[in-house]
Structures are given as C-alpha cells and as structure tokens.
C-alpha cells in the first residue's frame, strides 16, 4: 500500500474541468479573446470594469493559468504561454462589436492603470495569435458604427450630385424652350 487514499470524487478536479468546460464555450461563442495583466486594479474598479465590458457586448473572466491553457489548448495561443499564461490574466471575450470593446479596454484600463497591460489575444474565426501591438491596433480602427456611417456618406455624396445633375437636365431644357419660345417672339414681332 502507499500510504495515502486518493479520493476518487476529487470534487476539487471536477470544479476544474467544469471551469475550463465554460471557458472553451465561451470561445466558441467569442469573435475576440484578449488576456491582460490586471495587476493594480482593486476589487472596486475592476467590478464597475467588468460593468462597462459587459456593456460593450463582452465579459472579463480572472481565472487561473493552468486552466486558461488547458482551455486554449488546440488553439495558436497556447504556443504563447510563456506571454500569456503567466502572473494574474484575465481573459476578456468579445460577443458583440469587438473594436468597440477593444477600444474600451485600451482607453478604460490599459491608458488608466499604468500596472496594467496587454498580454495577447486570440481571433477566435480566423483562429490567430494577436500581439499586444495587433490588439491596441484593433483599437485604432473605426467601429461598426462609424465604419457604416463613413460607407453612407461615400455612397450618398455621388448619389446626391446625380440626383441633382437629373434634376437639372429637365429644368435645363424647360428654361432653354423659355429662351428659344422668347427669343422667337421677339424675331416674329420685328
């Protein structure tokens, strides 16, 4: 005998795999993941955080590495472990507009707590890595919004000068009769 009794519940084990169950669903359900260093942020601020992520159409999940590996195990990710899975990580998914929600993690938490930073990230579609300086990158482009609101304003500047050059052309030809019919009238009277 060896000497000890291995529980074979291990209620402990099965919480884990049930963490890293959720995890992996969460990726699935993702367009981002982005892991940062949360490192100086009290519990206050980091729940009105995870408000604001929410908000935005993600959520902020702090977890323990081993089980964040374990999760991203099949994907580009874990071939960056030594950047990702060390010291506090917080994994933060993307459900919904994920430049708005990059925006909001680079200006609400990476530029306000100088503690803080990016570790990485995961396109979840394209199943790619991103560097900290491809995530900030993210941040920089136009939202959905603002990208559909430049595409109209493109669309409707030509749209406008056609519809007023068609609009023209009738009113073009009824001054030029005008001037034709007086200028005839004026010949016929002489």
Do not use: C
């Not at 060896?2 to 963490?19: F, I, Q």
């Not at 099949?74 to 994920?98: K, L, N, R």
């Not at 609101?149 to 519809?163: E, H, N």
Request: glycine share 8%; charged share 30%.
């Amino acid at each position: 005998m060896t000497g000890y009794v291995v529980d074979v519940n291990r209620p402990s084990l099965a919480r884990k795999k049930e963490l890293v169950k959720g995890y992996r669903e969460r990726i699935k359900k993702a367009n981002l993941v982005i892991f940062i260093d949360f490192s100086g942020i009290d519990a206050w601020p980091m729940s009105q955080l995870r408000m604001g992520i929410r908000e935005k159409g993600g959520e902020m999940v702090v977890g323990r590495n081993t089980l964040f590996f374990r999760a991203f195990m099949d994907t580009p990710v874990a071939d960056h472990e030594d950047e990702v899975f060390t010291g506090p990580t917080a994994a933060i998914f993307s459900y919904g507009d994920m430049v708005e929600l990059t925006k909001f993690v680079v200006d609400e938490i990476i530029k306000k707590y100088e503690t803080t930073k990016i570790k990485g990230g995961y396109l979840v579609e394209q199943n790619q890595f991103l560097s900290p300086q491809e995530v900030e990158a993210i941040s920089k482009l136009p939202s959905r919004e603002q990208a559909l609101a430049m595409l109209i304003g493109a669309i409707r500047g030509p749209v406008q000068k056609l519809y007023s050059l068609l609009r023209a052309v009738p009113q073009n030809l009824l001054l030029t009769l005008k001037a034709y019919e007086e200028k005839k009238k004026e010949g016929g009277e002489s």
